[in-house]
């Protein structure tokens, strides 16, 4: 990590960010502010949930459509075969395969794309590259509707700034929705329709406080808390 720059010092130095909550617009007009990355860098909310993730009913896994996007080009990949691959190459899919494909992944162990679609008959066949696509979060799921016989329908859909997410060992989301140069309204419509899904995805079995903590912070910056 590069070293904070004078500039950067100055910008925090009246700043007490450990113990300040801010409202989420203000958070955000913040976290552009105290950006010092020399590129136009991600932002990233962290939510800290009072889940129990070693309990397997309270994962937190699911989707959130982002009005603007994350301002990152997503490569998709469709798993399918016949009219269906016809389908996700027509629609814009940047790679589509069937069972070629699946070998070629567990032949090489990569896998060059962001989120991956496949259709029902395809999953027997990628039980076979889980580990490879698991641990990556590349595994399609009906849970995310990245399992489905509408190609065009889900591709759209992601294309059109739709994410998934879950949470880590930890407990805690982490999910970035947007990027420095984006407007500060941009900004706050991405922020509050991820927030709004993850209030949805609350497991049932949870108890007490479900949202603890929400902090937002650029690539590099410093994390920003955010009143829930």
């Known amino acids: 990590m590069r070293k904070k720059s004078p500039l950067f010092s100055e910008k925090i130095k ?5 113990r300040t909550v801010f409202q989420p617009r203000e958070a955000l007009d913040l976290a552009q502010k105290l950006s010092y990355e020399n590129f136009d860098a991600s932002l990233e909310v962290h939510v800290r949930t009072g889940i129990d993730p070693k309990k397997g009913d309270q994962i937190i896994r699911a989707s959130a459509t982002l009005p603007h996007g994350t301002g990152k080009t997503k490569r998709v990949a469709v798993f399918a075969d016949g009219e269906k691959a016809l389908e996700a190459k027509e629609a814009g899919a940047d ?3 069937g069972t070629e494909l699946i070998a070629e992944i567990k032949q090489s162990g990569r896998a060059d794309f962001d989120i991956a679609i496949a259709t029902p008959d395809m999953m027997r066949n990628l039980a076979g590259v889980a580990k490879v696509l698991g641990p990556r979060g590349l595994m399609p799921s009906p849970k995310n509707d990245t399992v489905t016989l509408n190609i065009k329908a889900a591709l759209d859909a992601v294309k059109g ?4 997410f879950k949470n880590d060992d930890s407990g805690i989301v982490h999910q970035v929705i947007g990027r420095r140069s984006f407007t500060l309204d941009n900004l706050y419509e991405n922020y509050a329709a991820f927030i709004e899904s993850v209030r949805k995805a609350r497991p049932a079995p949870v108890k007490g406080t479900y949202i603890k903590a929400v902090t ?11 009143a829930v």
């Not at 009246?14 to 450990?18: A, F, I, P």
């Open 14 to 18: 009246d700043l007490d960010l450990k």
């Open 95 to 97: 790679l589509v395969g």
């Open 161 to 164: 700034g739709k994410i998934n």
């Open 216 to 226: 937002i912070a650029t690539t590099m910056g410093p994390g920003i808390r955010i």
